[in-house]
């Protein structure tokens, strides 16, 4: 009878086979079959490797406190290449127990749009509520961003979020946007406080007008497809502001000021932060608030800070309690950062096409959720108007994310 024996030692780098019959051993040393003993596997300890960390959700980074979870183990094989299995590839099926990719990417786009639309709506509503009783948009856009701020520090703080390594030209980068920020922020309380949040909405989808006229003065070069694009956006605008009950000169001003503000703040942040890549989207965002705040509180004292304590009290009166008005302005600066935030992170997390498309039919959920919140009459005309702008921007979105995509590969 033929048996056989292996012993291994760990101080050693060859192992032998000792195959017996009977009485008589042929001890066989495995470094004459490796003529390079160096690279003969070690079973000893390669076999086993140190647990390694990973993400169940990969990316999903301050949903909303900035943190990944789950670990998985590793078992790595000797290294005898005669004997590694052909690794499958994406058409083959999934052997059994194992979970398709597909399907926590799913959930995760599930998550990410979920709560971004809820945030987003969220803060139209409790925003709105505030601004009914209390008809001061710049303490308002000024405890937003100041409730933003506090929330960046504590992630910070508790080591929730890695915070980003702070040098003098990235603050002197970050002075442009955040200034545009500002402008873009204070312009839609305005707006926000004169008029329909609907009708602000529908304003705002004109956004894209602005960024291919300013884009264009600044040398970038569009297809006809997008000036195309454009020209349902324009008209749908047009006929809903000619239409809309709730109409109001500082209110239609507000939202086109607002998006000049936010237009060139996306642009100049494309020039001023090409040297910061490697901040993520929700720092970059936590520190144009910051900013934003330290611009924005000194002008909000100058413009309404007299009236502020007067228009406290009657505030107090009309809601009935105070714990209540406070509820209300909480909400709204907590989830106007968070909505931010989500949509930073979605845009890190998705295609650039996937995004727009998101975009488009976030500001119709929002439309459609504060007219039946606040009951605000709308005229067929109107509605009309609204859903041509918001059909341009959709095509709009579809063509410049297309052009991306092409950019990218090329």
């Known amino acids: 009878m033929l048996t056989a024996s292996v012993l291994s030692s760990s101080s050693?780098?060859?192992?032998?086979?000792?195959?017996?019959?009977?009485?008589?051993?042929?001890?066989?040393?495995?470094?004459?079959?490796?003529?390079?003993?160096?690279?003969?596997?070690?079973?000893?300890?390669?076999?086993?490797?140190?647990?390694?960390?990973?993400s169940t959700f990969p990316n999903i980074n301050g949903y909303p406190f900035g943190l990944s979870y789950g670990t998985s183990f590793q078992i790595r094989y000797p290294t005898l290449k005669s004997h590694i299995p052909r690794?499958?590839?994406?058409?083959?099926?999934?052997?059994?127990?194992?979970?398709?990719?597909?399907?926590?990417?799913?959930?995760?786009?599930?998550?990410?749009?979920?709560?971004?639309?809820?945030?987003?709506?969220?803060?139209?509503?409790?925003?709105?509520?505030?601004?009914?009783?209390?008809?001061?948009?710049?303490?308002?856009?000024?405890?937003?961003?100041?409730?933003?701020?506090?929330?960046?520090?504590?992630?910070?703080?508790?080591?929730?979020?890695?915070?980003?390594?702070?040098t003098k030209p990235f603050i002197i980068a970050l002075l442009g946007p955040a200034l545009f920020h500002t402008i873009g922020h204070i312009s839609a309380c305005v707006s926000f406080s004169k008029v329909a949040v609907s009708f602000t909405h529908v304003i705002k989808s004109s956004e894209p007008v602005f960024s291919v006229v300013f884009s264009s003065?600044?040398?970038?070069?569009?297809?006809?497809?997008?000036?195309?694009?454009?020209?349902?956006?324009?008209?749908?605008?047009?006929?809903?502001?000619?239409?809309?009950?709730?109409?109001?000169?500082?209110?239609?001003?507000?939202?086109?000021?607002?998006?000049?503000?936010?237009?060139?703040?996306?642009?100049?942040?494309?020039?001023?932060?090409?040297?910061?890549?490697?901040?993520?989207?929700?720092?970059?965002?936590?520190?144009?608030?910051?900013?934003?705040?330290?611009?924005?509180?000194?002008?909000?004292?100058?413009?309404?800070?007299?009236?502020?304590?007067?228009?406290?009290?009657?505030?107090?009166?009309?809601?009935?309690?105070?714990?209540?008005?406070?509820?209300?302005?909480?909400?709204?600066?907590i989830f106007y950062h968070l909505y931010n935030q989500s949509s930073y992170q979605a845009l890190d997390e998705i295609s650039p096409l996937t995004f727009s498309v998101g975009n488009t039919m976030k500001r119709v959920v929002v439309i459609v959720s504060t007219v039946l919140v606040f009951r605000n009459p709308v005229r067929p005309l109107n509605a009309l108007g609204s859903a041509i702008a918001i059909f341009g921007t959709f095509l709009y979105s579809q063509v410049t994310a297309k052009k991306k995509t092409i950019e990218e590969k090329n």
């Not at 195959?19 to 086993?48: G, V, Y």
Request: net charge positive; hydrophobic share 45%; proline share 7%.
């Open 87 to 166: 690794a499958a590839s994406s058409s083959e099926p999934n052997p059994p127990g194992e979970t398709s990719v597909s399907k926590p990417k799913n959930l995760q786009l599930a998550i990410i749009f979920g709560l971004w639309y809820f945030q987003n709506i969220v803060f139209n509503i409790y925003n709105k509520k505030v601004l009914n009783i209390f008809p001061f948009p710049w303490l308002l856009a000024s405890f937003q961003l100041f409730a933003g701020s506090v929330w960046m520090f504590i992630l910070w703080s508790l080591k929730l979020q890695p915070c980003p390594k702070i």
């Open 12 to 54: 050693s780098s060859s192992f032998h086979v000792t195959f017996s019959k009977s009485n008589h051993q042929l001890p066989i040393n495995a470094s004459l079959l490796n003529p390079n003993p160096s690279q003969t596997p070690n079973f000893s300890s390669s076999l086993f490797t140190k647990p390694t960390k990973a």
């Open 217 to 333: 003065f600044l040398g970038d070069s569009y297809p006809l497809k997008v000036w195309l694009s454009i020209l349902p956006i324009v008209l749908g605008c047009s006929l809903a502001a000619i239409t809309e009950v709730s109409f109001n000169f500082q209110g239609l001003w507000g939202a086109l000021i607002s998006n000049v503000g936010f237009v060139l703040r996306n642009i100049y942040s494309k020039r001023s932060l090409q040297n910061f890549k490697e901040v993520n989207g929700l720092n970059l965002y936590g520190w144009i608030s910051i900013i934003s705040l330290l611009y924005l509180f000194p002008v909000a004292v100058f413009v309404e800070g007299s009236q502020w304590i007067q228009g406290y009290h009657k505030a107090i009166e009309s809601v009935g309690k105070s714990s209540t008005f406070y509820l209300w302005v909480l909400l709204s600066g």
